[in-house]
């Protein structure tokens, strides 16, 4: 029950009163305010009264005594006392409170004084440098945190600067808030304004200031430790990577190379002899030529090398004439000539004339029917010649003896 009187209750319930000397009290955290309360004992037996505290400041308020025994008619004055501690768990706003009082004969009854506590503000701004010492070629960063350890909301605002003058600051954002027991962050990024190539460490100090309203202002100094734009482990690395691959390359020739090729000869060892056991029991099987059949170089053969043998300017390969032949006489119905058919034709000329006949002012015309007087054979003028026998009987050939014929004679009854 609050208010200038004192409060009372009905004598068949609780003959007793209390009083609050102060309604209003002030207090800073860390601090300590008093006030007082004054119980009487109305009644007519003797009793014995226990005080205590209500409401958020209970937890930092002690009432002593905090048991008053009184005889009737007697009265007695007790001290509370507010002590809130300096935290950010105290808010700087009023506070209230009461005081209640019970009677140890009545227990059902009980007496209640009200007040207000007002806690003051206080301020307790830390503010650190995350790393203190940072490290960067070109440019290096670090974080600001502002911790408000007060029972108020702060406001800031930050600048940095270096004595020297050899770095450049970028701060975001440049302005910080926090509630009482929070914490806020800014990141401070320096870029140095000249640099190296390589060297040892540079050092470079600097400061960042928290600049509050109606505060002094904050200092945290850092420093920044320049290195060169080429790291200082790179060579040695680069050695390092050398020297390994040169290893592997001389363990590759001089074992592992080796190793793998007799690895894999062991293994298709017993393939190869397999193989070229098959292939000696096939040449041993093979029959042997039939006689004058090109089971070896015979005068034949010589005659018909040397003159098939190309003169002057080679001509670039071209497909075999019975390829070209078979493919078009496929094509147009006719029967396929193959190699062996033109092996067994008289030899002729570009003009149309058999090798082995002689110059005839009167003989036939090409394109038609001809003989050979050594061979006694007519035949049609094949087509085409393969390219063997368009080198042997070409334009280049001069020679006017038979293909067949060996040692200036004619042999009888060739194909």
Not at 62 to 86: H, M, N, S, Y
Not at 110 to 121: F, N, T
Not at 244 to 270: G, R
Not at 387 to 392: F, G, P
Request: glycine letters at 8%; proline letters at 9%.
């Amino acid at each position: 029950m609050a208010g200038s009187r004192s409060a009372t209750y009905d004598s068949n319930a609780m003959a007793a009163t209390a009083t609050l000397a102060s309604k209003a009290v002030t207090v800073t955290p860390g601090g300590e305010a008093v006030t007082e309360v004054r119980i009487r004992n109305s009644g007519t037996v003797v009793d014995q009264f226990t005080l205590e505290v209500l409401g958020d400041a209970s937890a930092w308020t002690i009432v002593e005594p905090a048991v008053i025994p009184l005889f009737p008619g007697a009265e007695a004055v007790a001290r509370v006392r507010f002590k809130p501690p300096k935290s950010s768990s105290v808010p700087a706003r009023a506070v209230p409170f009461a005081v209640r009082v019970k009677s140890r004969e009545d227990t059902r009854a009980s007496l209640v004084e009200e007040g207000v506590v007002e806690v003051g503000p206080f301020n307790d701004t830390f503010a650190e440098l995350i790393p203190r010492t940072a490290k960067g070629s070109s440019r290096a960063h670090a974080r600001l945190a502002l911790d408000n350890r007060g029972n108020v909301r702060i406001s800031a605002r930050l600048t940095a600067a270096d004595p020297d003058r050899k770095l450049n600051f970028t701060i975001t954002p440049p302005a910080l808030s926090s509630e009482p027991g929070t914490a806020s962050f800014a990141s401070v990024r320096m870029s140095p304004k000249q640099r190296f190539l390589t060297g040892p460490l540079k050092t470079n100090p600097y400061k960042v200031i928290v600049h509050q309203d109606n505060l002094p202002p904050i200092t945290v100094d850092g420093t920044m430790q320049q290195e060169g734009l080429i790291p200082p482990w790179l060579l040695p690395a680069l050695i390092g990577l050398a020297a390994l691959a040169l290893v592997l390359v001389l363990l590759w020739f001089l074992v592992i190379k080796h190793t793998i090729q007799s690895a894999a000869t062991e293994a298709v060892a017993p393939q190869t002899s397999s193989l070229q056991a098959q292939v000696n029991t096939l040449k041993a099987n093979q029959p042997p030529p039939a006689p004058g059949g090109g089971g070896g170089a015979t005068g034949d053969d010589r005659h018909i090398e040397r003159h098939s043998r190309p003169r002057g300017r080679s001509r670039p390969p071209q497909p075999e004439e019975g390829d070209r032949e078979q493919g078009e006489n496929d094509r147009r119905g006719q029967p396929v000539r193959t190699r062996a058919d033109d092996d067994r034709l008289p030899m002729f000329t570009a003009r149309g004339r058999c090798i082995g006949e002689e110059r005839d002012p009167g003989g036939v015309e090409r394109g038609q029917q001809r003989r050979c007087r050594q061979c006694a054979r007519h035949t049609e003028r094949p087509r085409r010649a393969p390219e063997q026998r368009r080198n042997l009987l070409g334009r280049r050939a001069r020679d006017r003896k038979c293909a067949f014929a060996v040692d200036d004679e004619h042999v009888a009854g060739h194909p």
